[in-house]
């Protein structure tokens, strides 16, 4: 684990990494997984036990953390990716010359 200095404001450095976040993304995914069950999956909210909680939570999982990927993949639209948000067919709410 990266040693952490404190600066002004009370951001940490960690080594190389300029710090405008508390943690790193490794960081924080390792954070993450000390809760995770063995398949890498975080345990359900508590609002899953609220009585006005609109499905019923047998049966319901939490995806698998994957760890974070750098550079991130990609989003629709960019990198000439189609997105279907602003499809054709789809209507729109506002648009202008950009």
């Known amino acids: 684990m990266p040693q952490l200095a404190l600066g002004a404001g009370g951001l940490g450095r960690a080594a190389g990494y300029c710090r ?56 629709d639209g960019e990198g000439g990716r189609s997105c279907a948000a602003c499809g054709p067919g789809r209507a729109s709410i506002w648009s202008d010359e950009h």
């Not at 405008?20 to 997984?33: G, L």
């Not at 069950?37 to 698998?64: I, K, Y």
């Open 20 to 75: 405008v976040v508390p943690m790193s993304p490794d960081e924080f995914y390792a954070h993450a997984m000390r809760s995770a069950d063995p398949e890498g999956r975080l345990p359900l909210s508590r609002m899953t036990g609220w009585e006005v909680f609109p499905f019923e939570p047998d049966g319901l999982r939490v995806v698998a953390l994957a760890p974070p990927a750098l550079p991130e993949p990609a989003r």
